[in-house]
């Protein structure tokens, strides 16, 4: 059964950094575009990051976090990791993996089929 799941949130002070990982089973990420999603109390869902499946690449981001935040790939772990860095409080909020379309720029759709739990992320003093 394909799965997703979410591990590396926690709490941080401002200006610090958190690695988040998104691990598949039941299915090798390398052939999917996944992307990664975040919901603030109160506030929608949406886009932050993806990465197009391994035979093109691509990375895409949403404005607030260029030049903070990294997604990339480890292979031989079947995971796709989302490196943060020079958090905000604003990045504060609950953060997701998922299956689907990798759009410049990122964004949650209705072919966002597979979706992980989510791992929590604050940002506070």
């Known amino acids: 059964q394909a799965q997703l799941v979410e591990h590396g949130g926690g709490l941080v002070q401002p200006g610090g950094s958190l690695r988040l990982s998104c691990v598949g089973s039941?299915?090798?990420?390398?052939?999917?575009?996944i992307g990664w999603f975040r919901q603030a109390p109160g506030k929608e869902r949406e886009g932050v990051a993806c990465?197009?499946?391994?035979?093109?690449?691509?990375?895409y981001y949403t404005d607030s976090v260029k030049g903070r935040f990294t997604i990339s790939r480890d292979k031989a772990k079947n995971t796709v990791l989302l490196q943060m860095s020079s958090l905000k409080p604003e990045d504060t909020a609950v953060y997701y993996c998922?299956?689907?379309?990798?759009?410049?720029?990122?964004?949650?759709?209705?072919?966002?089929?597979?979706w992980g739990q989510g791992t929590q992320v604050t940002v506070s003093s």
């Open positions: 998922a299956t689907g379309p990798c759009e410049d720029p990122p964004s949650v759709t209705i072919f966002n089929d597979y």
């Open positions: 039941g299915f090798t990420l390398d052939y999917y575009n």
């Open positions: 990465i197009r499946s391994s035979d093109d690449g691509s990375t």
